[in-house]
């Protein structure tokens, strides 16, 4: 299986970090969080990565290069202006083929486990879910016996960022900025995404609070 790290941000609310720098080359713990993906990615057996981007992507391509440096084979999907999640993805599926793929977003710290996605659905999409965090206290998706379904009724949980995505999701997309939120829930009302809670250690890396709550975790685990 392929994977694919959504890198096309622009952070502006870790400025002025990102002033300069792409979010995903945004460092915790000395290290890029980018890379921190691509470790994980490696350690779960995937071996061919392709990342999209967009504000100051140069910078990414020029740090991580073909990959080999980490072991593994990386291509890039480059924007020019930002297509956002959907968007980005769609234009990058050449790249990923015809089968079920990873996609992660760029801008997450965790420590999941990414063996356990390394495998084929039978749906559209398998999404990863998450306790939802403070600044996001209503969720985003019920998951009920396996399904994640759009529900004002159960307790909801926030999307992480990972996620299994068949390339038909996109079959009747065309080129252009688009979110990935609609169609996961057509997706969805036609019963066709799977998903998991996630309850170990996640952070949506978007404020200087959060990256130092990430510097805080790296600091109690060495």
């Known amino acids: 299986?392929?994977?694919?790290?959504?890198?096309?941000?622009k952070g502006e609310r870790l400025r002025p970090l990102t002033l300069h720098t792409p979010k995903p080359l945004v460092r915790a713990g000395d290290v890029p969080l980018i890379e921190?993906?691509?470790?994980?990615?490696?350690a779960a057996g995937f071996s061919e990565v392709?990342?999209?981007?967009?504000?100051?992507?140069?910078?990414?391509?020029?740090?991580l290069g073909d990959g080999q440096r980490l072991g593994l084979s990386i291509r890039y999907s480059p924007e020019g202006e930002p297509l956002e999640t959907g968007g980005g993805i769609f234009r990058a599926l050449p790249l990923l083929g015809d089968e079920p793929f990873l996609v992660v977003n760029g801008d997450i710290w965790t420590d999941f486990d990414f063996t356990g996605l390394n495998r084929p659905i039978t749906g559209l999409a398998h999404l990863v879910l998450v306790d939802n965090p403070d600044h996001h206290p209503t969720g985003d998706f019920a998951l009920i016996n396996g399904q994640v379904v759009e529900s004002q009724s159960s307790p909801r949980l926030t999307y992480s960022g990972m996620a299994i995505l068949h390339p038909h999701l996109f079959e009747d997309c065309e080129a252009g900025a688009f979110k990935l939120a609609?169609?996961?829930?057509?997706?969805?009302?036609?019963g066709r995404v799977s998903g998991e809670h996630f309850t170990g250690r996640w952070v949506?890396?978007?404020?200087?609070?959060?990256l130092a709550q990430v510097e805080r975790l790296l600091a109690v685990s060495r």
């Open 50 to 63: 392709v990342i999209n981007h967009a504000w100051l992507g140069q910078q990414i391509e020029d740090y």
């Open 204 to 210: 949506d890396v978007g404020t200087h609070e959060r």
């Open 1 to 9: 299986m392929k994977a694919m790290i959504l890198a096309a941000g």
């Open 36 to 42: 921190y993906h691509l470790r994980a990615l490696r």
């Open 182 to 190: 609609p169609l996961l829930r057509e997706a969805m009302a036609q």
